[in-house]
């Protein structure tokens, strides 16, 4: 199985880079991951509706450009389906055995995912309602993602 996790700016902070890295070492065990960055743009303080959404086409046209038309592509969004952590396992294995071998995860900037690529994605997940920094999200994902494959593979892993 092939991850790409394609997202927005790059991390600032070294503890949120080494949880992505050793997240995507333990990864290496069950899948071959590789995260790409694109740059972000800065949102001025008080940009209106229409910067703010130039802003997310943008970024989201530099994701479209990393995205290969083998890969399943499926946007974090507010507005994904959501999961726990064992559905979210099976829901993976299942995308696999039906033949999906490279998962695209695609976590947007501080103003999310323009619509194009949302319209580009064969789903989207939603891991809470509640707003994290997008630095973080990428952690949250890793971790959810080793989480997923232990419990594929019916290895121990914390509840």
Same mark, same amino acid.
């Given at each position: 199985?092939?991850?790409?996790?394609?997202? #927005?700016?790059?991390? !600032?902070?070294?503890?949120?880079?080494?949880? =992505? /890295? %050793?997240?995507?070492? *333990? +990864?290496?065990?069950?899948?071959?991951?590789?995260?790409?960055? #694109?740059?972000?743009? !800065?949102?001025?303080?008080?940009?209106?509706? =229409? /910067? %703010?959404?130039?802003? *997310? +086409?943008?970024?989201?046209?530099?994701?479209?450009?990393?995205?290969?038309?083998?890969?399943?592509?499926?946007?974090?969004?507010?507005?994904?389906? %959501?999961?726990?952590?064992?559905?979210?396992?099976?829901?993976?294995?299942?995308?696999?055995?039906?033949?999906?071998?490279?998962?695209?995860?695609?976590?947007?900037?501080?103003?999310?995912?323009?619509?194009?690529?949302?319209?580009?994605?064969?789903?989207?997940?939603?891991?809470?309602?509640?707003?994290?920094?997008?630095?973080?999200?990428?952690?949250?994902?890793?971790?959810?993602?080793?989480?997923?494959?232990?419990?594929?593979?019916?290895?121990?892993?914390?509840?």
């Amino acid at each position: 199985m092939n991850i790409t996790i394609l997202c #927005v700016g790059k991390i !600032k902070e070294r503890f949120y880079t080494d949880a =992505v /890295a %050793e997240y995507v070492k *333990r +990864l290496g065990r069950y899948a071959k991951v590789n995260v790409i960055e #694109v740059p972000d743009e !800065k949102t001025p303080d008080n940009a209106s509706e =229409v /910067a %703010e959404e130039k802003i *997310r +086409l943008t970024e989201s046209e530099r994701l479209l450009a990393k995205i290969k038309d083998n890969m399943y592509v499926i946007a974090l969004d507010l507005r994904g389906q %959501e999961y726990d952590s064992v559905a979210f396992s099976e829901h993976l294995d299942k995308l696999m055995l039906k033949g999906n071998s490279h998962l695209a995860f695609v976590i947007g900037g501080s103003l999310g995912l323009h619509k194009s690529l949302l319209s580009r994605a064969q789903e989207s997940i939603c891991f809470s309602k509640m707003t994290f920094p997008h630095q973080l999200m990428r952690v949250i994902l890793c971790e959810q993602l080793y989480r997923a494959c232990r419990i594929r593979n019916g290895e121990p892993y914390h509840k």
